[in-house]
Nanobody
């Protein structure tokens, strides 16, 4: 089993920055791949960024160079640095972990990111 604990998020003005973090606890095999997803009100959950088991980084098209995903602390922590935030980035952001991308088995509780216009 893997537990994912997210932190960060909050309220920011458009154009501002936020960072969300996720710490994984458990057998590292089950979080070879880790990612951030988000769900905006009334919309389906969508991938934001991922680091695959091979170490490849994937970003959604809407990121457009504004976000950076990193993995650290002996692979147990992922962070998403979000710059130039837009109101459309308002969503609950979820950390996900799994053996491989995009087959994520474990999910965090979510952290709210709100971007005010």
């Amino acid at each position: 089993q893997v537990q994912l604990v997210e932190s960060g998020g909050g309220l920011v003005q458009a154009g501002g920055s936020l960072r969300v973090s996720c710490v994984a606890d458990g057998s590292i095999y089950y979080f070879n791949a880790m990612a951030w997803y988000r769900r905006a009100p009334g919309k389906q959950r969508e991938l934001v960024a991922a680091i695959t088991a091979a170490g490849n980084i994937i970003y959604a098209d809407f990121v457009q160079g504004r976000f950076t995903i990193t993995r650290e602390n002996r692979q147990t922590t992922i962070r998403l640095q979000m710059n130039s935030l837009k109101p459309d980035d308002t969503a609950v952001y979820y950390c996900a972990a799994g053996v491989k991308h995009p087959e994520y088995t474990f999910w965090g509780q979510g952290t709210q990111v709100t971007v005010a216009s």
